[in-house]
């Protein structure tokens, strides 16, 4: 008896090893497969549509439905219909990855597009991976997102240039626009985006770095540092950071006497940061965008303001910009592949050569980073004054 028991037991452990095997290749081909077989090209969106950093979300969001509207009415990709699975991440790095696995399990999902943040999208690599979905963010800077020591990650993109690029570029302006000698550096100390923003200019700037002061997210009042800092001799403040607490910083800089130049990356743009220092304040302030309606990049601009502006009553903004050239980049690679299967998808944004968006020219690098120039923008008042296409030299 005992002997017939093992023996069933090992047929039935070959049958389980067979039948999990089965199941694992079954679920490998529904992976390979479940994007050629919609009667739509469904795409994930992966944003922070509440919480934090809603606002660079929502842009994104907004150009990114007229982008598939645009597209829809001229007869969609491939002949389908782009379809959105929206889902709101609250700006948690921990529902980001939570959304991105719900988003795998989305039956014949094509691609993902979002978070906007860093952090955010970081947290959705792991399940992207596994999954083997391509996975598109239109803002996340951060230089680790689409490599790690291993390598490149073969299904993860970016449109939007990368933090170390940023660093450069204002440094060099810092050096050669505005004739700095002399930065002081006044940090984010707890997101990624500002620490690699902080290396990048540091290790650029061909003056001298005076003092280095740091916050984190959420800080409210700055007057005990910028009190510490005030008598400082230097010619250009450089703030990595988001919107809410640099206009905060601005807003309380100024009104101390504090009247140098303010230099920040991406994450000053948004209409909140102004809204937040007072318009008077944001004066002799610049940063770094990859949008200027004032500076087009390509001959696509004046034709997505026009629609953006009819569309919403708004200008567009270099969030929105990059949301809609996210989409229009997955199309053109959709349609060079002439395929919705993930891998064949993966391998043509891998290729792609002189995409003209509104963002600019942009052929993806052998780290899945867009090769184009940034755009410096200055403001006065509150309002754009001034926008210089910079490449890095």
């Known amino acids: 008896m005992k002997k017939w028991m093992k023996l069933g037991l090992a047929f039935a452990s070959v049958a389980l090893l067979t039948g999990c095997t089965s199941a694992n290749s079954g679920s490998q081909a529904k992976n390979e497969k479940q994007a ?78 979002g978070p906007a943040t860093s952090g955010a999208f970081k947290a959705t690599i792991p399940n992207m991976k596994k999954a083997g ?90 007057k005990a540092m910028l009190t510490k800092v005030k008598n400082k001799e230097f010619d250009v403040i450089y703030l990595p950071g988001y919107y809410e607490e640099a206009g905060a910083i601005i807003k309380q800089a100024r009104e101390m006497g504090i009247e140098q130049p303010i230099l920040g990356a991406d994450g000053f743009s948004d209409p909140k940061l102004v809204d937040i220092a007072g318009k008077d304040n944001v004066t002799n302030v610049f940063y770094t965008s990859h949008f200027s309606e004032t500076a087009p990049a390509t001959d696509k601009v004046s034709d997505f303001v026009a629609n953006f502006k009819k569309r919403y009553d708004l200008t567009p903004s270099s969030f929105n910009a990059l949301g809609y050239d996210s989409l229009y980049l997955l199309k053109d690679a959709i349609e060079r592949a002439d395929s919705t299967d993930h891998a064949a998808v993966e391998k043509a944004l891998s290729e792609t050569k002189d995409f003209v968006g509104v963002t600019g020219v942009m052929s993806i690098d052998e780290n899945h980073n867009p090769e184009k120039a940034a755009v410096v923008i200055g403001l006065e008042k509150g309002q754009e004054a001034s926008a210089e296409v910079v490449e890095p030299k």
């Open 36 to 113: 050629t077989n919609s009667d739509t090209v469904k795409v994930g969106l992966n944003y922070e549509l509440s919480g934090a950093v809603s606002a660079y979300a929502q842009q994104q969001k907004d150009a990114l439905e007229m982008a598939k509207d645009e597209i829809n009415e001229a007869g969609g990709i491939l002949g389908k219909k782009v379809e959105f699975v929206i889902k709101d991440n609250k700006s948690e790095t921990a529902e980001a990855a939570s959304v991105a696995a719900s988003l795998a399990n989305e039956k014949d999902l094509v691609a993902v597009i």
């Open 133 to 222: 979905i391509p996975a598109i963010t239109p803002s996340g800077t951060d230089d680790s997102i689409t490599k790690d020591k291993n390598g490149v990650y073969e299904n993860i993109f970016r449109t939007c240039f990368q933090d170390s690029f940023q660093g450069v570029i204002l440094a060099q302006y810092a050096s050669h626009n505005l004739k700095a000698n002399r930065a002081l550096i006044i940090g984010d100390n707890s997101s990624d985006y500002a620490k690699g923003l902080t290396k990048s200019f540091k290790e650029t700037f061909e003056g001298e770095v005076v003092g280095e002061e740091n916050f984190v997210a959420k800080e409210k009042d700055f």
